[in-house]
């Protein structure tokens, strides 16, 4: 397992476009990927699960996959929404 802190920057992450990339990237990879938020932990693969997630710009969370290619899969998500504007 290959999990990573990082902080949210996706200031307009409650629109769909952003959580659909976000899925869109998660779901290139085998591993299991999830997001966790507090007490949520959400599949990055699903669309409802992230929508759900209602994560906020300049938030800490963390990214957690588990699977062959994990690692990727970490630091593909990590890129993603630490660096969107």
């Known amino acids: 397992m290959t999990t990573k802190k990082i902080i949210v920057k996706l200031p307009n992450y409650t629109e769909a476009r952003p959580v659909a990339e976000i899925v869109q990237t998660a779901s290139m990879f085998d591993s299991e990927i999830y997001l966790i938020s507090g007490n949520k932990k959400i599949n990055a693969k699903s669309i409802m699960g992230m929508m759900s997630l209602g994560l906020c ?29």
């Open 57 to 85: 710009n300049d938030e800490e969370i963390e990214v957690e996959a588990n699977g062959n290619d994990e690692k990727d899969a970490v630091n593909a998500i990590t890129k993603y929404i630490s660096s969107v504007a």
